[in-house]
Each structure stands twice: as C-alpha cells, then as structure tokens.
C-alpha cells in the first residue's frame, strides 16, 4: 500500500510555480522521498529525491518538513508540457520496490 | 543515450499464445523490474531482479515468468495470456539506490 497522501489534482497557470503536496506521516528514518511523474501513458520519470535536506536539481525543488512527515514538489516556472501525473513515493534508498499511490494530476493551463 | 527500451511497444494476441516482452537497458543497472499499470489500480509490480540470475516476485506476479540471464536484458513471459492481463506494461532499472529508470511501455491487448 502506498505510505503517501496526494491530492487528487490541481491547476496551475503556465509561467507560474507549481506547489505539490505531499503528506507521509509514517514515514521511517531510513526512507527517502522520491518524486517521480507520468506524462500521459509514458512511463514515468524521476524527478528528484531527498533525505530530510531540502533539494533542489534543473527540474524542481523538494522541500521535505523538519519532522519529515510532508513534503512540497515546486517546479518553479510551469510550463504546458508540465501537465502530467506526478507521484510522491518513500522508499528506502536501498530498496528499488516503488509502490505507487494515485498521484495528482496537475494541469498546467496557459 | 541512457535508456530502457523494451519491444513491442503494441501488441495485440490470441488467449494461450504465449509472448515474450523484451526490456533492455544500457545503463549497466543491477536491479530491474517489470510494472504493470491498469485504471483505478495504478503502477503495481509484476517481478523485480537484483542482478543476474537472480529473480523475485513483486506484487502481482501470477501468469508471469522472467529471467535474468544477461545484466542488460530482463524478458517478461506470458506462457498462457488471458484477457486479465490486458494492461500497459513497465520495465525500469537503476542502481541499488538510485533513481530508477523507466522504458516507453508496452500496451498489450488479450482477447
């Protein structure tokens, strides 16, 4: 069973920040967040994971709470070709099994 | 260019005809897995292989078969396919830890 909590979906405008929730309040000491996204029926992509230190890579930003019970994707500057399903996974860093919840769907619209 | 590529990308076959999906990577990754992804039910995995000759069933592993003779290739066999099996299937692969890799996908149709 999936350990993340998602909202179904959400609307951003184009050229704008999206901010993506996540909630994991079970979430163990040795279990990092990934966050992964499916644009249409591709398969998905990785893009971007952390400890417990805020990350940031040329894609997004992950902001992980000091208790490590939420967490908050940002793509800073939206684009059409961001609309897709985004998934928020914990895992251990030594495991490679990705239990995937429903994801929210983010619409970017122009 | 990094990436997992499996074949066909669209198949369409016969109750009991049995199939081979093949995945490949060339990345050098030790872990591979197969997915397969239907509505409502999301990403679920079929089997998963820490490196070669060594295989193990994830989630949802009945009427499957793989095998891991090579570290490169991972095959997903479908010895008897039935029309539940219908589905868009994911083969991926990343190093112990690492961000994991995912190929195009495989949309299979049983009838």
């Known amino acids: 069973d999936a350990k993340t909590t998602q909202p179904p979906s959400m609307d951003c405008a184009e050229g704008r920040a999206a901010n993506l929730p996540c909630n994991h309040s079970?979430?163990?000491?040795?279990?990092?967040v990934y966050w992964y996204r499916q644009i249409h029926s591709q398969g998905p992509q990785y893009i971007i994971h952390g400890l417990k230190n805020n990350e940031t890579n040329e894609m997004a930003s992950l902001i992980i709470t000091e208790d490590r019970k939420s967490s908050t994707l940002i793509l800073p500057h939206a684009t059409l070709r961001d609309t897709a399903v985004y998934y928020c996974?914990?895992?251990?860093?030594?495991?490679?099994?990705?239990?995937f919840g429903a994801g929210t769907i983010l619409r970017v619209k122009s | 260019e990094a990436q997992v590529t499996q074949n066909p990308r669209y198949l369409i076959t016969v109750t009991g005809k049995k199939l081979t999906v093949t995945c490949s990577q060339n990345m050098n990754h030790e872990y591979m897995s197969w997915y397969r992804q239907d509505p409502g039910l999301g990403l679920r995995q079929i089997y998963y292989?820490?490196?070669?000759?060594?295989?193990d069933k994830g989630d949802v592993p009945e009427g499957y078969k793989v095998s891991r003779k090579e570290k490169r290739n991972f095959p997903l066999i479908l010895e008897s396919p039935s029309p539940n099996q219908t589905s868009l299937y994911f083969c991926?692969?990343?190093?112990?830890?690492?961000?994991?890799?995912f190929g195009q996908g495989t949309r299979l149709t049983v009838v």
């Open positions: 292989s820490m490196n070669v000759e060594v295989t």
């Open positions: 991926a692969s990343s190093l112990q830890g690492g961000s994991t890799f």
């Open positions: 079970t979430i163990s000491g040795n279990e990092y």
């Open positions: 996974i914990v895992s251990p860093q030594y495991g490679n099994k990705l239990v």
